[in-house]
Structures are given as structure tokens and as C-alpha cells.
């Protein structure tokens, strides 16, 4: 059983090399065995087809991202005070994301054209939405935010999110992004916390 897990594991991670040096198009099942030392039959007891590893890797990704949420809201006493929790914990995510943006962009570039992989991108991006929108929402109603639209407060966060993400793995060094990430979630907090400062909310 260890060992199937550690061949699985090994083709996970020669594929994902794989893809973000060569493109999902352009990367054979042979490419990918060779690549992690594993025959086609290995490769075919693991994952039925390419499609599979793909998804496999995407998911894994999109997992670690939720489970991070999650953390980040353990021990909280008001929405404010979760959203700056998560702040804290943002250099891993960038830590995760860094020399990552090759595969990123297939992920992105395979679910414009493959509903399958598609599906499988858009369902967690809507369930963080949902999961950002009910934060907002309890919020509202413990009275630490202002009674603002969920929903469209939630696309911001996102945008503002997967914004950052994108400029910290295209250029790493161009500035201190878990600072910019600190700052930009207290500019968010400032517009929608009417009493917020210095990260004492409410008071």
C-alpha cells in the first residue's frame, strides 16, 4: 500500500513538472512515466487518462487554499479580527503559489477550453465566494461591518485576492507582498468598519 502511494505521488509530481514546463497539450503520458521512473501500466492503474492527473493536481491545490481558510478563522472573536488572522497566514500562501504560475495559467487556459476541468475550477471558486459573502454577512449582523452587499464585498475580496496572487508569482521580488496583502485587507476594513483602527474593530 506505501508503495502505491509513493509511485501515485511520484507521478503527481512529474506531471506537474511536466506541465509547467511543457503545457498540458504538449505532455504525453510517456513523458510524465519517464519523468517520475514508472511504467505505463503503473501510470494507468493510478489515473485513467492524462485529464485525471490534471484534475488531481487542481483539486490538491484548491485544498490546501480551503484548508488554509478554514485555520485562518479558528480562534477569531469578530469577522474583522478572522479577516486579519487570514492576512497573517498569507506568506505561506505565496510560499505555495511561488514557481507555481506555470501550471497556474494551464489550470486557468484548460478550463477555458475543457468544461470537465472548468467544472472543476469554477465549483470551489464560487464556494469561496459563498464562504467569503456568509463572513460578510456575519458581520453585518454581529455589527462589526457595515451593512454592505455580500456578495459584490466578496467578488472584491477575490479580485483583490487572486490579484495579488497573480503579481507575487509573476514578479516575487517586486515588492513585500504579505505587507501589500496587510495593507490592502486594512484599506478593505477602513471602508467597511466604520469605528476600525489599528486593528481594534468596534471599539
Same mark, same amino acid.
Given at each position: 500500500m506505501r508503495k502505491a502511494e509513493e509511485t501515485r505521488e511520484r507521478i503527481l509530481i512529474a506531471a506537474e513538472e511536466c506541465f =509547467?514546463?511543457?503545457g498540458y497539450d504538449a505532455t504525453g503520458v510517456a513523458e510524465i512515466c519517464k519523468r517520475a521512473g514508472v511504467s505505463k501500466g503503473a501510470f494507468f492503474h493510478h489515473f485513467p487518462t492524462k485529464q485525471a492527473v490534471f484534475l488531481e493536481?487542481?483539486?490538491?491545490?484548491? =485544498?490546501?487554499?480551503?484548508?488554509q481558510l478554514e485555520e485562518m478563522l479558528l480562534g477569531a472573536s469578530n469577522v474583522p479580527e478572522a479577516l486579519l488572522k487570514m492576512v497573517e497566514t498569507t506568506r505561506q500562501v505565496f510560499e505555495v503559489a511561488r514557481g507555481k504560475f506555470p501550471i497556474f495559467l494551464e489550470f486557468l487556459n484548460r478550463a477555458i477550453r475543457d468544461p470537465k476541468i472548468w467544472q472543476a475550477t469554477i465549483t470551489p471558486y464560487r464556494r469561496y465566494r459563498a464562504f467569503f459573502a456568509k463572513i460578510i454577512e456575519e458581520g453585518i449582523a454581529e455589527g462589526t461591518l457595515r451593512p454592505v452587499d455580500p456578495e459584490m464585498a466578496a467578488n472584491a475580496m477575490l479580485s483583490l485576492a487572486i490579484g495579488l496572487v497573480l503579481q507575487a508569482t509573476i514578479d516575487p521580488n517586486g515588492a513585500d507582498w504579505s505587507q501589500v496583502v496587510r495593507h490592502s485587507v486594512?484599506?478593505?476594513l477602513e471602508g467597511t468598519v466604520g469605528d476600525y483602527q489599528s486593528g481594534n474593530p468596534g471599539h
Amino acid at each position: 500500500m506505501r508503495k502505491a502511494e509513493e509511485t501515485r505521488e511520484r507521478i503527481l509530481i512529474a506531471a506537474e513538472e511536466c506541465f =509547467a514546463q511543457n503545457g498540458y497539450d504538449a505532455t504525453g503520458v510517456a513523458e510524465i512515466c519517464k519523468r517520475a521512473g514508472v511504467s505505463k501500466g503503473a501510470f494507468f492503474h493510478h489515473f485513467p487518462t492524462k485529464q485525471a492527473v490534471f484534475l488531481e493536481l487542481l483539486n490538491r491545490w484548491l =485544498a490546501r487554499l480551503e484548508q488554509q481558510l478554514e485555520e485562518m478563522l479558528l480562534g477569531a472573536s469578530n469577522v474583522p479580527e478572522a479577516l486579519l488572522k487570514m492576512v497573517e497566514t498569507t506568506r505561506q500562501v505565496f510560499e505555495v503559489a511561488r514557481g507555481k504560475f506555470p501550471i497556474f495559467l494551464e489550470f486557468l487556459n484548460r478550463a477555458i477550453r475543457d468544461p470537465k476541468i472548468w467544472q472543476a475550477t469554477i465549483t470551489p471558486y464560487r464556494r469561496y465566494r459563498a464562504f467569503f459573502a456568509k463572513i460578510i454577512e456575519e458581520g453585518i449582523a454581529e455589527g462589526t461591518l457595515r451593512p454592505v452587499d455580500p456578495e459584490m464585498a466578496a467578488n472584491a475580496m477575490l479580485s483583490l485576492a487572486i490579484g495579488l496572487v497573480l503579481q507575487a508569482t509573476i514578479d516575487p521580488n517586486g515588492a513585500d507582498w504579505s505587507q501589500v496583502v496587510r495593507h490592502s485587507v486594512r484599506v478593505f476594513l477602513e471602508g467597511t468598519v466604520g469605528d476600525y483602527q489599528s486593528g481594534n474593530p468596534g471599539h
